[in-house]
């Protein structure tokens, strides 16, 4: 395969260690998805914005748009957003419950989401339990959420958008992580999960939870991201990820743009 064929003629350049190797103490890593029926209203925002977005691509031209060709519309990417934010708001008002009770038995938890909204709606919901990091704060009041989610036994919430919380800090207070949102490459996601996964862990097990909205366009993003990390651990390691892929072509941009009818 192609793949393969390229790991043949990198591998000899250079040397690669993995986490497990350098880190054999570090507890596994469980994944669990769960994924949600959306109720008959958000079902029918999500058909609206939806409906949205294809009239953008009709005005654009229906051909089909390949990565080497031309750059998705601008516009379309902003419907793109639009369709994320509400699903990611879906998947909080779900997880709460969940939450709710993590706090009440004094556990802690790290949630990863997207959009600023999400940032305040966790403050309000969660209020002195939760503290947030997004790139929209100073670097003093991000250092100081980290800081006080790390050592204030009262705070059992951290939110943070994977952007501004998914590389450079550690949130190992908590052993268990939600994905609300989603990046746009497995790399940002692995990065954010190892933010609870680290050298400083006291726990025996590290839980990794995506929650997924069915019949909307999730899935389609979930399954691009599991492709990319397919090609990825081919061409580096030359081993399956042993997740199952569906195949995808382009950037994921694409694949949404492409993903319309007409």
Known sequence: SNTEELYNRIAPMYLRR?????????PPKTF?????E???SELKEFTRLETATKKVKQEAGSGVFLAEQKEVPKTFMEKIHQIKLLTESIKLDRAAEFIYDLIEAKDKVVLFFDYLPTAQRIKD???DKAVVHTGSMKDSEKHESVKRFQTEKGVSVFGGTIMSAGVGITLTAANKLIFLGQAWTPADMEQAEDRIHRASTTHDNVQII????NDTWDNDIYEF??????VVSKVLD???SNKKVTS???SLAHVLYNKLKG
Not at 225 to 230: E, G, H, I, T
């Open 18 to 26: 993995l986490k497990k190797d350098i880190l054999p103490e570090l």
């Open 32 to 36: 669990t998805e769960i994924r949600l």
């Open 38 to 40: 959306l109720e008959p």
């Open 125 to 127: 919901m969660f209020g």
């Open 210 to 213: 995506t929650y997924l909205c």
């Open 225 to 230: 991201l599991r492709k990319k990390d397919q």
């Open 238 to 240: 030359n081993v399956d």
């Open 248 to 250: 995808y072509e382009g």
